[in-house]
């Protein structure tokens, strides 16, 4: 089993996950971070530290986000290891609240 990022991450994009995670499994993106199914150890120091909750472990994903399981493996081949924390976007606290934003994935 895994942890996944989810779309709530998008556009949001907080690194406080990063700065706990003991096997740098975290990858970036334009505007989304992954994490590496195969470098993860299930450790599950990263879940409470994301802000809009968008870290869940694979089993217990929310309805409607089990693409992610394929997209976070597919991504963390083609994206660099983020090791350090970095300041969020400016806009990050309102896309936190906002719902259904996989058409805003860059790749």
Partial sequence: MTF??????????????VDVCPVDCFHEGPNFL???????????LCEPECPVEAIYS????????????QLNAELSLEWPVITDVKDAPEDADEWAKKDNKIDYLER
Avoid: M, N, R, S
């Fill in 4 to 17: 996944v990022v989810t779309e709530a991450c998008i556009k949001c994009k907080y690194t406080d996950c």
């Fill in 34 to 44: 992954v994490i590496d199914p195969d470098e993860c150890i299930d450790c599950t």
């Fill in 58 to 69: 694979e089993d217990e994903l929310p309805e409607g986000q089990e693409a992610f399981i």
